[in-house]
C-alpha cells in the first residue's frame, strides 16, 4: 500500500489556503492570471479559478503546453504532439501565476516561465505547486507551495486527479519500479 499524503479533502483545504495566499500576496486579484502547466498543473489552476469564481471574483485561466521547451526534450526519442498555446487573454503587464502539481528538479518550472516569455510580457512570474518535493537541479523556488515533501530518487509523487480520469483525488508516494501502479 502506497502511503497517502493528501486526500481529497485535504487537498481541497490546501487549494483554499493557496487562494487565499495568491490573493494576498498581491493585494488582490486584480492583474493575477492562472496558467497551469499541462496536465496536473493545468487541472490545479482550474481548481484555483473555480474557487476565487464562488467568491465572486473573476481570475483569467489556461492551460500551457511546455513540450517544446523542455531541455530533456531530445533525450526522448520521442517526436512530441506540441499543442499551440493559445490562453485566451494577454500576459503583457499581469501576474502570472505558473501552476504545476509536482516541483522536483525545476525543469518543468523554466520550461514553463521560456513558454510563458513567449506568448507575452508579465510583470511578474509566480509559482505555485501543490507538492514540493525537493531534489533540484536547477535554481528554482515556488512561491506558493501546497505540501513539501521530500523524497529520494527512487521515490515518486503519484498525482490522482478526478479531471484526469481517476476516481478520487490524492497523492501517494511510490517507489519508482511501482510507478506504474
Excluded: W
Amino acid at each position: 500500500m502506497q502511503p497517502v499524503i493528501m486526500d481529497a479533502a485535504g487537498m481541497r483545504r490546501t487549494l483554499v489556503r493557496l487562494s487565499h495566499e495568491i490573493e494576498e500576496r498581491n493585494e488582490g486579484l486584480g492583474a493575477v492570471v492562472l496558467v497551469g502547466v499541462k496536465r496536473g498543473g493545468e487541472v490545479v489552476a482550474s481548481r484555483l479559478a473555480a474557487l476565487f469564481a464562488a467568491a465572486g471574483r473573476a481570475v483569467p485561466c489556461a492551460g500551457l503546453d511546455i513540450t517544446m521547451a523542455r531541455d530533456d526534450l531530445v533525450s526522448a526519442f520521442i517526436l512530441p504532439e506540441a499543442e499551440k498555446n493559445e490562453l485566451g487573454f494577454s500576459l503583457d503587464g499581469k501576474t502570472v501565476v505558473l501552476c504545476d502539481d509536482v516541483l522536483h528538479t525545476g525543469r518543468s518550472a523554466v520550461a514553463g516561465i521560456e513558454t510563458l516569455f513567449r506568448l507575452g510580457r508579465p510583470d511578474k512570474i509566480e509559482l505555485l505547486v501543490l507538492v514540493d518535493r525537493g531534489g533540484r537541479e536547477l535554481p528554482v523556488r515556488a512561491d506558493f507551495v501546497g505540501k513539501n515533501v521530500p523524497t529520494s530518487r527512487e521515490e515518486y509523487i503519484n498525482v490522482r486527479l478526478r479531471e484526469l480520469g481517476h476516481g478520487e483525488d490524492s497523492l501517494t508516494i511510490t517507489r519508482r519500479d511501482n510507478a506504474a501502479s
